[in-house]
């Protein structure tokens, strides 16, 4: 196979870039158009005229390269060339399914989507509690058509990829809790992708989370597979006043995959929103979250972790919008790169002009394996008030030889030793999760990962 520059457009590609500018066109989407999406069970006429306006709206646009600002450094000619093909309907039993970040026998409230639809039979939809509501999307569409709007499914949606996954949605997952109501054990949100060797799949869930005012809820999220797909998900959030959300990820997909996902998260006064997510699987992977603090009080904690090996891309591009004022936002990212994996992180924090009093922290720090690996890291701050607190940092480097050489010089092997050292740099980080049993299912994450790294030679 003919080699090119590492990010770049093979020779044949690269005229065809050239000529479109900023689009990329994607004969695999077309196809999936042309096949007519449409959610489980049927949908509404306005839906489908949304679909068409998404439609048209990313054609306009195409599929982003680097030539647009935020894609600067994720690269999808890979994804581009795949003839995706949309998935039929998986049979296989739901005791077959792989693990997500709980483990089996947990208490959680398992929500169960193989290749982006929902699956009934292996989901505990039966025993919520009371104020609680787990629906699929065309149910609760079906049930409460008004909620197309909250989905923020209009389809006059700027950015390219939200447009797409509008355009092509099958199913997802409306998760509302009532006012008032705390929800003592955690939704758990596993999406597995299965694709044979010769059969690529994309899927594009949509999901809708609900929190009235005063409500508490956990929401974990799994994203595991094998086989080579494209899982597109994008969810929308919404706290009401003083109500709170833990939102922890695992992106684990497989090997050969592409994980491309959008969250948007709107905060109403006195709300919080705390996300952690984790990003170790997918041959290309893109966690992108914005957040809104739309009423005084807001807050929300942003932690992130990325590790990455062999050819991995792993992007993490975050927006934080102060829109009033005594808004905080605190956001941590921190990730491990070795061989030819390359790491983005991408954060803004945008401060509007009667947002008074905001406070916003900022920091990136990556740790680099390998000579050949690469960190792209574009911290942002707009501040149009006076009266804030904001700050960004960033930082990328090796291991200490002074530490490695002091566990060395006490007995200690050379592979033992970096791995504590790694251990060291990303635990600081993940104590300061509030949630313990998301604290504790990625520790145990991490440790895997870690102890999956190569021997090194002298070890």
């Known amino acids: 196979m003919a080699s090119w520059p590492r990010g770049g457009a093979r020779p044949e590609m690269a ?70 093909a949309a998935p039929a309907n998986d049979p296989t039993p739901p005791s077959t399914l792989p693990a997500g970040l709980l483990p089996d026998g947990s208490e959680a409230i398992d929500v169960v989507l193989v290749n982006g639809r929902l699956r009934p039979d292996a989901a505990a939809l039966a025993a919520l509690p009371p104020g609680v509501a787990v629906q699929g999307l065309s149910d609760a569409l079906r ?44 939704i758990h949100l596993l999406s597995v992708g299965r694709a044979g060797p010769d059969a690529p799949i994309a899927f594009h869930p949509r999901h809708l989370i609900q929190l009235g005012a005063g409500a508490r809820l956990t929401l974990i999220e799994s994203h595991v597979g094998d086989g080579r797909y494209w899982s597109h998900p994008a969810m929308r959030l919404l706290l009401g006043t003083d109500a709170r959300l833990d939102h922890c990820k695992l992106q684990a997909e497989g090997a050969e995959a592409f994980h491309i996902a959008h969250a948007e998260v709107r905060l109403e006064a006195g709300a919080l929103y705390e996300s952690v997510v984790l990003q170790t699987g997918a041959l290309i992977g893109r966690n992108e979250i914005h957040v809104r603090l739309a009423g005084e009080r807001a807050a929300c904690n942003l932690f992130g972790f990325y590790l990455g090996r062999g050819q991995q891309h792993h992007d993490c591009t975050t927006e934080i919008v102060h829109a009033e004022p005594r808004t905080s936002s605190r956001e941590i990212y921190k990730g491990v790169l070795d061989d030819r994996a390359r790491g983005v992180f ?9 947002a008074q009093k905001a406070d916003g922290h900022q920091l990136s720090k990556t740790l680099l394996l390998s000579d ?24 990328a480097g090796e291991l200490d030889d002074d530490a490695l050489f002091y566990l060395r010089a006490r007995g200690i092997g050379l592979a033992a030793a970096r791995r504590m050292l790694i251990e060291a740099f990303l635990d600081d980080l993940l104590q300061q999760v509030d949630n313990t049993a998301a604290r504790l299912a990625l520790g145990l994450r991490i440790a895997a990962w870690l102890a999956a790294l190569p021997a090194t030679e002298g070890a």
């Open 143 to 186: 049930l409460d058509p008004s909620l197309a709007a909250a989905l923020g499914a209009a389809g006059d949606e700027a950015d390219a990829m939200l447009a797409l996954n509008t355009a092509l949605m099958t199913d997802g997952v409306v998760i509302r809790v009532a006012p008032g109501v705390t929800v003592d054990r955690p």
């Open 15 to 84: 005229a065809a870039l050239k000529k479109a500018g900023d689009k990329l066109a994607v004969p695999a989407i077309d196809a999936q158009w042309a096949a007519g999406p449409v959610l489980n069970g049927g949908e509404a006429p306005t839906l489908s005229a949304q679909r068409r306006q998404a439609m048209e709206g990313f054609r306009l646009k195409g599929l982003p390269t680097p030539r647009v600002e935020p894609w600067k450094y994720t690269n999808l000619n890979r994804l581009a060339e795949i003839a995706f």
């Open 372 to 395: 050949r690996a690469e960190i792209d890291t574009k911290p942002e701050l707009e501040i149009f008030a006076d009266d804030v607190k904001c700050s960004h940092g960033a930082a």
């Open 346 to 354: 991408q954060g803004k924090i945008a401060v509007a002009r009667n």
